[in-house]
């Protein structure tokens, strides 16, 4: 038992940088590279640090505690931190300013929280850099998006055929209820206005 205690400890510091991990800038533009992190008993002197290409490190800061915002230790002139940790995300997301081509590769967001027996995690966003955005790019994506969009339309159509016949199964399985219970009665004229109430309520909810 101490041991998956510890094993959940380990695992409930989470550090994310979203749903994709590649990020495309154009050459000289500014670019965001996201990160949050989550952690189920708070934190108190947490440390965070992002790093180029595993080595390099660029931003250095700390969070003494929900209620305050990160104060810097180091960073690299070109980066800048635009997160906060005081709102409900705690986001400690940075922009890299004025990207050159050399700028392109790994980013690294690792995170240390002392209150968990100095659990860590880390999360990795992939950088490319280009000279321009190319249109055959934007077809592609176009495509994707209409092959996508096409998939999650069809995904909300089963959805809703789904939730219509889990309705009308819900009303089939009610309307026999409704027959269990008035068939031990006698009273025939009970049923029929059972059945014309229901009939008159189906509309409105469709």
């Not at 104060?71 to 986001?91: A, M």
Request: hydrophobic letters at 40%; proline letters at 3%; aromatic letters at 8%.
């Amino acid at each position: 038992l101490p041991g998956l205690h510890i094993f959940a400890i380990a695992f409930a510091l989470e550090v994310s940088v979203g749903k994709t991990n590649t990020v495309t800038a154009l050459n000289n533009s500014n670019v965001l590279l996201p990160c949050t992190f989550t952690t189920c008993i708070g934190f108190q002197d947490l440390v965070f640090t992002w790093y180029f290409n595993s080595t390099e490190l660029i931003y250095h800061g700390k969070i003494k505690n929900k209620a305050t915002e990160p104060t810097l230790i180091w960073h690299n002139p070109r980066v800048e931190f635009v997160g906060s940790t005081t709102k409900k995300d705690n986001n400690i997301s940075i922009v890299l300013n004025s990207v050159e081509f050399s700028d392109a590769g790994k980013y690294t967001c690792h995170v240390k929280n002392p209150k968990e027996k100095n659990a860590q995690h880390n999360a990795t966003i992939f950088l490319t850099v280009v000279h321009k955005m190319e249109k055959t790019d934007n077809t592609v994506t176009l495509i994707i998006v209409g092959v996508v969009g096409g998939l999650i339309g069809l995904l909300i159509l089963f959805m809703l055929i789904k939730r219509v016949v889990l309705f009308i199964i819900k009303k089939t399985q009610d309307g026999k209820k409704e027959c269990l219970v008035s068939s031990s009665g006698n009273d025939n004229t009970e049923n029929g206005l059972a059945g014309s109430k229901a009939e008159q309520k189906a509309p409105p909810k469709a």
